[in-house]
């Protein structure tokens, strides 16, 4: 239990209520948000030394403080995104009529830097953690920059559940780029190789050697990733995944639940 269970129980916890702080502070009146970005960033800054620091922290402490740094760099990503401080060059609906790859070039330019910053941290997280033993948090940002990708293109292609009711009103042209249909090409083949990849994971973490920084590492990544996939199957069930942060949304809709 020690082993895996409790790996597990801390990322979905994480997840969860990282998810809710993030919608908590984003729905904060306009004013605060010169301090809220002003904290965020800090703890952005002080989870990139975290990161970097148990790179080198085979026990499972390292593992933890590894995966808690990656999360909360990703929540400071998040929080630039749904205050509307970085998104991209087009800040306009969509175009009645616009399909095909203009429709693709319009939605890559509403969401342009917002991707290079994910992309670009991405980076610096591999940068800072190159040739170390312990790699939980870049694999970890990496997949919630993967799955989160993942994510965009199916929405943007069409899914039948789309989750855009808490979407802050900053940034309420967004869903004009979304699409509702049955079902599109990419889903199947993203929910196969996302199933994998967490197969694999699940592998290395009952491989590992009981009690180790690796076993803690590979479980919660396969938490993180499993969870991804779980967010990916609300967008075709007939199920909503709002009611998970019911206790963080604002009385009146205007914050989208950020992935996490």
């Known amino acids: 239990m020690a ?3 409790l790996p597990f129980l801390y990322a979905a916890m994480i997840w969860w209520a990282g998810t809710g702080f993030i919608m908590i502070l984003c729905a904060l009146p306009r004013r605060l948000l010169a301090l809220t970005m002003g904290i965020s960033t800090a703890v952005a800054g002080l989870s990139l030394y975290a990161l970097h620091e148990s790179a080198y922290d085979v026990d499972p402490g390292g593992a933890y403080v590894a995966f808690g740094a990656a999360i909360a760099l990703w929540g400071w990503l998040e929080i630039t995104f749904l205050t509307g401080l970085v998104t991209g060059p087009r800040t306009t609906p969509c175009p009645e009529g616009a399909t095909g790859w203009r429709r693709f070039r319009m939605a890559t330019e509403a969401l342009l830097y ?3 910053a994910i992309a670009a941290l991405a980076l610096l997280a591999v940068a ?9 948090g870049t694999l970890a940002f990496l997949i919630l920059f993967v799955m989160r990708l993942s994510a965009k293109l199916n929405i943007f292609l069409g899914v039948p559940n789309l989750t855009d009711s808490f979407m802050p009103s900053r940034i309420a042209y967004l869903k ?3 699409r509702k249909a049955d079902r599109n090409p990419l889903f199947p083949v993203s929910i196969a190789a996302s199933s994998a990849v967490a197969a694999l ?3 290395r973490a009952f491989g590992a050697e009981a ?6 590492g590979y ?4 938490a993180l990733l499993f969870l991804a996939i779980v967010e990916h199957g609300f967008m075709v069930l007939p199920v909503r995944d709002a009611a998970l942060w019911r206790w963080a949304m604002p009385s009146e809709a205007g914050a989208e639940k950020p992935r996490p």
């Open 3 to 5: 082993d895996h269970g």
């Open 114 to 116: 917002h991707e290079l």
């Open 128 to 136: 800072l953690t190159w040739g170390a033993p312990n790699q939980v």
């Open 176 to 178: 004009s780029y979304f």
């Open 201 to 203: 994971l699940a592998w």
């Open 211 to 216: 009690g180790g920084g690796e076993a803690v």
């Open 219 to 222: 479980t919660m990544l396969f």
